[in-house]
């Protein structure tokens, strides 16, 4: 299925922090490949989190260094300034996905047709999907839903991941895909924020050991959300 291999790992991360930087290094150091959704809106902006006892950095990349510190990854859509979409009207959610869309696809060079859907809880539904398929340049869309399996979906506009980085089975999660064996296509799509390492929800340590434990297999193929879905 990838280039002849029924396997694929890959990694989705939002909102474009610095922390990418540091998160980049551990991927591209084990020939690994993530997606990055940003908002372009916010590009440059400066700012804290506090959760889980920490107050951590949520600093944005600056719109002129997507590029160089994105290459040989994927850049996505995350809305230009992180609203909930289910809570607007149509020509509102257009309107922040195209533009996004439009906006990081100038920066990047190419076209950007991924995205992920910004906020927490219940963060999209089947009309905002409708409305993202039918009026927008998006291929696919990530929601925060775990589904802790490996199967293909069919839906790619309310594509839900495998596991989120920072849950207790994070690592078992991993094991029972490279454990694996199946004549079906099996999808390993891990998603996170970079910061959250800085907050200790995971340690930037344990991730490097899973990425380190995830790299270098034969049957795996390793590529970005776009790589391994369209």
Not at 36 to 53: H, V
Not at 64 to 69: A, N, P, R, S, T
Request: negative net charge; contains cysteine.
């Amino acid at each position: 299925m990838w280039n002849g291999k029924n396997k694929a790992v890959t990694f989705s991360f939002d909102d474009g922090v610095t922390q990418d930087i540091r998160l980049i290094e551990i991927l591209n150091k084990y020939g690994l490949k993530g997606t990055f959704n940003l908002n372009s809106s916010l590009l440059g902006l400066q700012g804290e989190l506090s959760f889980n006892n920490h107050v951590v950095r949520h600093d944005k990349i600056p719109a002129c260094k997507v590029k160089e510190i994105y290459a040989g990854h994927e850049v996505a859509v995350h809305t230009l300034t992180h609203p909930n979409l289910t809570g607007l009207d149509e020509e509102t959610i257009v309107y922040q996905v195209e533009e996004d869309r439009k906006q990081l696809s100038r920066l990047c060079g190419y076209e950007v047709v991924g995205m992920a859907y910004p906020c927490g809880g219940v963060n999209n539904d089947d009309r905002v999907a409708g409305i993202i398929r039918t009026r927008t340049g998006v291929k696919y869309s990530r929601t925060i839903t775990s589904t802790e399996d490996f199967n293909l979906q069919s839906n790619y506009f309310r594509f839900n991941p495998s596991v989120y980085y920072a849950q207790d089975n994070f690592e078992q999660i991993v094991d029972e895909f490279l454990a694996t064996q199946s004549s079906e296509p099996q999808l390993l799509y891990i998603w996170g924020h970079a910061y959250e390492m800085d907050g200790g929800l995971i340690s930037w340590e344990k991730f490097e050991k899973i990425c380190q434990k995830i790299s270098g297999k034969a049957d795996i193929f390793y590529g970005t959300n776009k790589e391994v879905l369209l």
